[in-house]
């Protein structure tokens, strides 16, 4: 069995894809942001059509962990995809961004996160529209979506902001994994059991949380537009803290103690 390679080489692939996608043409960055809006609804999607089936007969408890079985897929589709969310691009771009130690290049990562996310939300957004048609999902799935936008609303402000915490050093720790190995099959693992975890919690990821109260909205639940605005804003300060302060700063200490070790 191959060895994992070393915090230095997994960080030194990081910040070679994280210079690809800094300097992606803005249609490139754009293009890419949407298509893993449509993605991840799906997974959205898979969660509500799972609770609906498995609530009725066994319960709230396993109607959940079945939910968040079948929320996995949505982030398998985004990584082998190679689409993004606004917090794939926390570990990789602010690696090459911190290599490079320009203005220019924090310029760009700034540019690379405001188009990814506006465009994440375009495009869970149409997808979104798309399912909310009636007779699109199964009966009782447009409920259940509903449920999970008032469990979504009903968290305080401090849990929020734990919970984007959470999701976002559990993203942002993904990212590093996936420089770790080689084949699909453990990039699909890999996927698959943050998606789980993500969901399981429910953590609040900033892009996943707001579509899901975008749902309750326009589904038509005791769920407002402020509400929505309120947990984007929360979660994606959240989601910041854990993925940078906690996942991509503590590698690159990392990196650079393992560098110094082999020089």
């Known amino acids: 069995m191959a060895s994992a390679p070393a915090p230095d080489e997994i960080?030194?692939?990081?910040?070679?894809?994280?210079?690809?996608?800094?300097?992606?043409?803005?249609?490139?960055?754009?293009?890419?942001?949407f298509i893993a809006g449509?993605?991840?609804?799906?997974?959205?999607?898979?969660?509500?059509m799972a609770r609906e089936l498995i609530e009725p007969a066994l319960g709230t408890g396993p109607g959940k962990l079945a939910g968040a079985l079948a929320f996995g897929i949505g982030l398998v589709f985004l990584v082998i995809?190679?689409?993004?969310?606004?917090t794939e691009n926390f570990f990789d771009p602010v690696a090459s961004a911190i290599d490079r130690r320009q203005a220019s290049a924090w310029g760009r990562l700034a540019r690379l996160w405001v188009l990814v996310l506006v465009l994440n939300f375009v495009g869970g957004a149409v997808m979104a529209v798309v399912f909310t048609v009636p007779g699109t999902l199964p009966a009782g799935?447009?409920?259940?979506?509903?449920?999970?936008?008032?469990?979504?609303?009903?968290?305080?402000?401090?849990?929020?902001?734990?919970?984007?915490?959470?999701?976002?050093?559990?993203?942002?720790?993904?990212?590093?994994?996936?420089h770790a190995v080689g084949s699909a099959g453990s990039r699909i693992v890999l996927a698959y059991l943050v998606g789980f975890f993500l969901a399981l919690g429910p953590f609040d990821h900033v892009v996943v949380s707001g579509l899901q109260l975008l749902f309750g909205v326009w589904l038509g639940g005791p769920v407002a537009y402020g509400d929505v605005a309120a947990n984007v804003a929360i979660a994606a300060a959240g989601n910041l803290t854990?993925?940078?302060?906690?996942?991509?700063?503590?590698?690159?200490?990392?990196?650079?103690?393992?560098?110094?070790?082999?020089?």
């Open 11 to 33: 960080y030194a692939r990081a910040k070679d894809e994280g210079a690809r996608r800094l300097f992606m043409s803005p249609l490139e960055q754009v293009s890419t942001g």
């Open 38 to 48: 449509v993605t991840i609804v799906f997974g959205i999607v898979a969660l509500a």
């Open 81 to 86: 995809g190679r689409s993004e969310l606004f």
């Open 141 to 178: 799935a447009h409920d259940t979506l509903v449920t999970v936008a008032q469990e979504t609303a009903a968290k305080g402000g401090l849990a929020t902001f734990t919970r984007g915490v959470a999701a976002g050093t559990l993203l942002t720790l993904l990212s590093y994994l996936l």
């Open 242 to 263: 854990g993925g940078i302060l906690l996942m991509t700063l503590t590698h690159t200490v990392q990196a650079k103690g393992s560098r110094s070790q082999h020089d």
